[in-house]
């Protein structure tokens, strides 16, 4: 049974940090690539970051490049979000996501975790 399941979320002042983490079972990690996205009230789900499975290769969306790092241990098949100088348009739910790489031939399997909120407010 495959499951991702995130952890950290919470409140926190603007120019604060949190470290979400995403513990993933049910499926060989190490393959998948990892990203977090999140959805903000009335918006499309968006790509926050993502990492793949060998390599270790890392992209960000520009709103939060220089503030936020993807980071995996797939000894620990845990993916993690270093969230820092947070603003109040980072409030959103955080989601999980693993899919398999875009070198394997359709169809390719993508996961969800259930998303952990973040809110950012004084």
């Known amino acids: 049974q495959v499951q991702l399941v995130e952890s950290g979320g919470g409140l926190v002042q603007p120019g604060g940090s949190l470290r979400l983490s995403c513990a993933a079972s049910?499926?060989?990690?190490?393959?998948?690539?990892m990203s977090w996205y999140r959805q903000a009230p009335g918006k499309e789900r968006e790509l926050v970051a993502g990492?793949?499975?060998?390599?270790?290769?890392?992209n960000y969306a520009d709103s939060v490049k220089g503030r936020f790092t993807i980071s995996r241990d797939n000894a620990k098949n845990t993916v993690y979000l270093q969230m820092n100088s947070l603003k109040p348009e980072d409030t959103a739910v955080y989601y999980c996501?693993?899919?398999?790489?875009?070198?394997?031939?359709?169809?390719?399997?993508?996961?969800w975790g259930q998303g952990t909120q973040v809110t950012v407010s004084s």
């Open positions: 990492i793949t499975g060998v390599g270790f290769t890392t």
């Open positions: 049910g499926f060989t990690f190490s393959r998948y690539a």
């Open positions: 996501n693993a899919r398999e790489p875009y070198y394997l031939p359709p169809p390719r399997s993508v996961y």
